[in-house]
């Protein structure tokens, strides 16, 4: 057992690692710069997807709405699978194909930014909602694995992991947005940031 989890740990390592030399740190920062574009102009993120992307949605928006590195103002974030009694009553009544796009159209207005997270980019209810999101005038952005899926299509930018084994791919998506978090906090809080505390440059 331990030398299992010692494997997945190294693992989780090496993959991290390579991505790192890739172009993907450049999109994280690409995503860092319109969200924190959009925080400023007063407008709202909304975060979703399915399964561990839906508990990831909640994470992130936890981060934002409440705190990551240290103590500032909330930034406005909601994810859309929190919603349980919206979720399965327009699920039953209408389909689960639709339960995102359906809080974007009501939620959602022009420079605001839509968030959609499947590792395979193939979710029909995040693919959707992205291209509700787009059609209203909000910014997309996705965060899948290998290739985007059909996700890529209806994404402003596209944050691809090179990976396709699942679990692998979440553990990338957790870093991903805990970067994102911590360069927000920097770029939106340089008053009371912790210089300890913040990316390097």
């Keep these: ?4 989890v ?8 090496a993959h991290l690692e390579a991505i790192s030399r890739l172009d993907y740190p450049g999109l994280v920062q690409q995503a860092d710069e319109l969200l924190a574009s959009a925080f400023t102009s ?3 993120l909304f975060v979703f997807g399915n399964g561990g992307s839906a508990a990831d949605a909640q994470h992130i928006c936890a981060e934002l709405v409440g705190r990551f590195a240290f103590e500032r103002a909330p930034v ?27 809080q ?19 979710s029909e209810n995040v693919v959707r909602a992205l291209e509700r999101a787009r059609m209203r005038g909000l910014r997309t952005i996705g965060l899948t694995g290998l290739g985007g899926g059909r996700v ?20 990338v ?5 805990h970067a994102i978090c911590a ?15 913040m990316p390097p440059a």
């Design 42 to 44: 007063g407008h709202t």
């Design 152 to 171: 890529a299509a209806h994404c402003d930018l596209l944050l691809a992991v090179p990976l396709r084994d699942t679990p692998r791919v979440q553990e």
């Design 1 to 4: 057992m331990r030398e299992s």
């Design 104 to 122: 974007i159209e009501a939620l959602g207005r022009p420079g605001d930014v839509a968030l959609g997270i499947s590792t395979s980019g193939n």
């Design 173 to 177: 998506h957790t870093v991903t947005y």
């Design 76 to 102: 406005a974030a909601i994810a859309l699978g929190t919603n349980t009694a919206l979720m399965t009553a327009w699920s039953n009544d209408a389909g689960f194909e639709d339960t995102f796009a359906r």
């Design 183 to 197: 360069a927000l906090e920097a770029r939106l809080f340089p008053a009371v940031a912790d210089p300890a505390l």
């Design 6 to 13: 010692a494997s997945t740990l190294r693992a989780a390592s």
